[in-house]
C-alpha cells in the first residue's frame, strides 16, 4: 500500500473519503502501537508521516487535548501517551539546552537568524 493512500491522501474522484484514515488517526495509531516500546523510531515516523520525531510527539501531544480523538480512548492510554509524549518533548528541550551551552556566541546568533 501506498505512504499517500495509508496517509489517507487526496481523495480521487468517486473515492469514499470518510472510509480512509486520517493522518491524526494514523499518528494515534502508531503512538499506541508502539506504546509499550517507549514510541516509534524517527525512521517509521519519517517514513509514515514526512516529520520529524519531535513534531510527531507535539502532534500526539496537541491531539489528546481534543475531544474528537480523547473519547475513542481509555483514560489509561491517553494518559499514558500525555506522558511519554512530556517525557520526549521534555528529552528534546533539553538536547537543545545542552547544545547551546557548547555552541559559541557567534554560532547562537546563527542559530537564530537562520533556524
Avoid at 47 to 66: A, K
Avoid at 67 to 76: E, H
Amino acid at each position: 500500500m501506498s505512504n499517500e493512500r495509508q496517509r489517507g491522501g487526496s481523495a480521487g474522484r468517486g473515492s469514499n473519503a470518510a472510509a480512509r484514515p486520517c493522518d491524526d488517526q494514523l499518528i494515534l495509531e502508531l503512538a499506541i502501537e508502539w506504546l509499550p516500546f517507549n514510541g516509534p523510531s524517527s525512521e517509521d515516523i519519517w517514513v509514515q508521516f514526512g516529520i520529524d520525531r519531535t513534531q510527531f510527539w507535539e502532534r500526539i501531544s496537541c491531539l489528546l487535548r481534543y475531544r474528537r480523538w480523547t473519547w475513542l480512548l481509555d483514560a489509561s492510554t491517553i494518559r499514558a501517551l500525555s506522558e511519554q509524549a512530556a517525557t520526549k518533548l521534555q528529552a528534546h528541550q533539553r538536547s537543545i539546552k545542552e547544545s547551546d551551552k557548547t555552541m559559541t556566541p557567534e554560532h547562537q546568533l546563527r542559530r537564530i537568524h537562520h533556524p
